[in-house]
């Protein structure tokens, strides 16, 4: 996964799940936009994870102003 933001990670998931949602999308390609979705949604789980952690370590004063 190349380093998007998660505005626009969470934007290419949600554009998956709509064209998933088209009668005119073929089996082929809800399965690869299932896939693309997947992949996009793990992505933004590690972000949010990642941001979690420091919001942790700042609240147990682990972390700096200047390390966020």
Same mark, same amino acid.
Request: charged letters at 35%; proline letters at 0%.
């Given at each position: 996964m190349s380093?998007k933001?998660?505005?626009? +990670? ?6 998956? !799940?709509?064209?998933?949602?088209k009668?005119?999308?073929? *089996?082929?390609? +809800?399965?690869? *936009?299932?896939?693309e979705?997947? @992949? #996009? ?8 994870? @990642? !941001?979690?952690? @420091?919001? &942790?370590?700042?609240?147990?004063? #682990?972390? @700096?102003?200047?390390? &966020?």
């Amino acid at each position: 996964m190349s380093e998007k933001t998660f505005t626009e +990670s969470m934007q290419a998931l949600q554009n998956a !799940a709509s064209e998933i949602g088209k009668q005119a999308t073929t *089996l082929e390609d +809800s399965l690869r *936009l299932f896939d693309e979705g997947m @992949k #996009e949604a793990e992505y933004c789980k590690e972000i949010l994870d @990642k !941001a979690e952690q @420091k919001i &942790l370590l700042y609240e147990n004063g #682990e972390l @700096k102003d200047a390390q &966020l």
